[in-house]
Nanobody, 116 residues
Framework: QVQLVESGGGLVQPGGTLRLACSASGVAISRDAMGWHRQLPGKERQWVAS????????FYGDSVKGRFTLSRDNAKNTMYLQMNGLKPEDTGVYYC?????????WGQGTQVTVSS
């Protein structure tokens, strides 16, 4: 049974930082493809960042490149998203996702609000 649980969201001022965590079970984050997505108010869910298997190469969407960093703690089976230089347009619900044997699995999401 695959389960993904996000945490770390909250309210932050523009220019601030947050670190989101995605705790995984039933999937090995060191081996399987993992990613972060977000749903901004009134918009479709969009991809934010991904890491694929044992290859440590990360990929980022243009809107977050240079500000967000994806990392993994294999011992804790947890993936993180360090978000720096947050902007009001980053406000939304952030989800982690994995694909295992062709099946997509999503967490429940964590709310990020960037506002003064």
């Amino acid at each position: 049974q695959v389960q993904l649980v996000e945490s770390g969201g909250g309210l932050v001022q523009p220019g601030g930082t947050l670190r989101l965590a995605c705790s995984a079970s039933g999937v090995a984050i060191s081996r399987d493809a993992m990613g972060w997505h977000r749903q901004l108010p009134g918009k479709e869910r969009q991809w934010v960042a991904s890491v694929f298997g044992s290859d440590s190469t990360r990929f980022y969407g243009d809107s977050v490149k240079g500000r967000f960093t994806l990392s993994r703690d294999n011992a804790k089976n947890t993936m993180y998203l360090q978000m720096n230089g947050l902007k009001p347009e980053d406000t939304g619900v952030y989800y982690c996702k994995t694909v295992l044997r062709g099946q997509e699995y999503w967490g429940q999401g964590t709310q990020v609000t960037v506002s003064s």
